[in-house]
């Protein structure tokens, strides 16, 4: 009964690889959204999705690409990996129609590219 | 958003109470104040929110001073487990969630 699950929860790539990953959330919420954590431990929103329509895109690379098929799926998918890219991704999802709600998160996808 | 400033690391012994920090003097009148943890190796965790008042629940309780600028969050009991980041954020109701997580209090509860 995993609120936000992520798959895989680690992968490990060649750089110049394409690889994505996946989120589902099972809680009803309208909005989700990809967060990034480098080595330094800081969490940066990359993407959020309301209701499958791209509500935030911070300054990511046209390399990556979110997908949302549904208002309970964003997944992510990074064309030609870099060794920049190395870092751990967080799914998260929240119900933006209740206003005062607060994010719930995935375990995270480790990804190391090589 | 609001920014917020944290201490960046804090010692507590098992069994204290462990109060967390968090000034966020230019909050504005409909902005939220929200509290997360991480756990090593894992994903961010709600702990609580509150506009202007005091809040509690299982978890913790969370203190607003008057003038909204500051508040603490106040882990009544803590145990080894509750050795995290903290992280102390502020929001608007209305933003879609544009959160930005900080650098967070590192909490380390010692027998």
């Known amino acids: 009964d995993t609120a936000v699950s992520q798959t895989p929860k680690y992968l490990v790539t060649q750089m110049g690889n394409d690889k994505s990953i996946k989120c589902e959330q099972n809680l009803g919420h309208d909005t989700m959204y990809w967060y990034k954590q480098d080595s330094k431990k800081f969490l940066k929103i990359m993407f959020s999705y309301n209701n499958k329509e791209l509500i935030i895109n911070e300054t990511v690379p046209n390399r990556f690409s979110p997908k949302s098929p549904d208002k309970a799926h964003l997944n992510l998918h990074i064309n030609s990996l870099e060794l920049g890219d190395s870092a751990v991704y967080f799914c998260?999802?929240?119900?933006?129609?209740?206003?005062?709600?607060?994010?719930?998160f995935g375990n995270g996808t480790r990804l190391t590219v090589t | 958003d609001a920014k917020t400033t944290q201490p960046p690391s804090m010692d507590c012994a098992e069994g204290r109470a462990a109060n967390l920090p968090c000034n966020h003097s230019t909050i504005s009148g409909n902005e939220y104040v929200y509290w997360y943890r991480q756990i090593h190796s894992q994903g961010p965790q709600y702990i609580i929110h509150?506009?202007?008042n005091n809040e509690t629940n299982e978890m913790a309780s969370l203190i607003i001073t008057e003038d909204r600028k500051s508040s603490t969050l106040i882990l009544p009991h803590a145990t080894l487990r509750d050795t995290a980041v903290y992280y102390c954020i502020v929001r608007r109701p209305t933003n879609a969630g544009k959160s930005t997580f900080g650098d967070g209090t590192t909490l380390t509860v010692k027998p």
């Open positions: 509150g506009l202007k």
């Open positions: 998260a999802s929240r119900s933006l129609g209740q206003g005062d709600s607060p994010l719930h």
